[in-house]
């Protein structure tokens, strides 16, 4: 059973940091492209950040370049966004996704599996 499972998120004061991680299990980790995408109250569903199977590519949303890092360790199964310097519109359910065969990594339609989603709320 293919399972993402999110975690790390919360309230934080703006110009705080938090570190989400997404576990994954029940398909070859290793194999896939991750990404983390956000959607906020009202909102549709935007990228946020993605990284290619090896970790040797990542691709970042212009609104987060400099403040986000994508990183993932295969042996764990786990892929992670480290989100720097937030602010009050980063505030959003965060999902993990991953991606087989990914030709845009910027499009949620390509991606095969999906997270739950994880809270992040940022207090100004």
């Known amino acids: 059973q293919v399972q993402l499972l999110e975690s790390g998120g919360g309230l934080v004061q703006a110009g705080g940091s938090l570190r989400l991680s997404c576990v994954a299990s029940g398909f070859t980790f290793s194999s896939y492209a991750m990404g983390w995408f956000r959607q906020a109250p009202g909102k549709e569903r935007e990228f946020v950040a993605a990284m290619s199977w090896s970790g040797r590519f990542t691709y970042y949303a212009d609104s987060v370049k400099g403040r986000f890092t994508i990183s993932r360790d295969n042996a764990k199964n786990t892929v992670y966004l480290q989100m720097n310097s937030l602010k009050p519109e980063d505030t959003a359910v965060y999902y993990c996704?991953?991606?087989?065969?990914?030709?845009?990594?910027?499009?949620?339609?390509?991606?095969?599996?999906w997270g739950q989603g994880t809270q992040v709320t940022v207090s100004s």
């Open positions: 996704a991953a991606n087989k065969i990914p030709s845009n990594y910027h499009n949620q339609y390509e991606y095969d599996y």
